[in-house]
C-alpha cells in the first residue's frame, strides 16, 4: 500500500508483518501506523478486493480439507495429512498478511483524531 502522504510504499513486508510500526500496540491493533518514510500517522480504511479473493480462497481450501481430510488420511497416512494441514495453515496465514500489507487502503490521520 502507497502512503497517501508521500505516495511512496508506506512499509515493508518485514516491519509491516514483525514490527508494531511505530505506534504503541493498542493502536496497531486498531489499524494505525506510521509511514515508515514521512512518517505520517496512517490508518487502514479498508481493503482492496484482491484480499477479499484471497479470503474467499482460504475458505474453500479450508472447506475442501474439511471435506476430504479423512480419504488423506486413509491414502497418505495421519502424518501426512499433518503435514499438509500445517501447510495450509502456513499457507494461508501468509496470505493473509502479504494480502493485508499489500492491498490494505490506508488514509492519513491527524494526530488530535486519535482518541
Ligand atoms: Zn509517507
Not at 479450508?62 to 481430510?69: D, E, N, P, Q, S
Request: aromatic share 18%; net charge positive; with cysteine.
Amino acid at each position: 500500500m502507497n502512503c497517501p502522504s508521500c505516495n511512496q510504499p508506506a512499509a515493508s513486508f518485514l516491519r509491516y508483518a514483525f514490527t508494531l510500526q511505530g505506534v504503541p500496540l493498542y493502536q496497531s491493533m486498531r489499524g494505525y501506523f506510521k509511514c515508515e518514510h514521512c512518517g505520517a500517522l496512517l490508518h487502514v480504511k479498508s481493503f482492496g478486493r484482491y484480499f477479499w479473493y484471497c479470503f474467499v480462497g482460504s475458505i474453500l481450501v479450508l472447506a475442501l480439507f474439511t471435506l476430504f481430510y479423512r480419504s488423506l488420511i486413509k491414502m497418505a497416512g495421519t502424518n501426512l495429512a499433518i503435514v499438509v494441514w500445517f501447510l495450509i495453515l502456513a499457507g494461508i496465514l501468509v496470505t493473509f498478511v502479504l494480502g493485508m500489507w499489500k492491498y490494505a487502503v490506508a488514509e492519513k490521520v491527524e494526530s488530535d483524531d486519535l482518541v
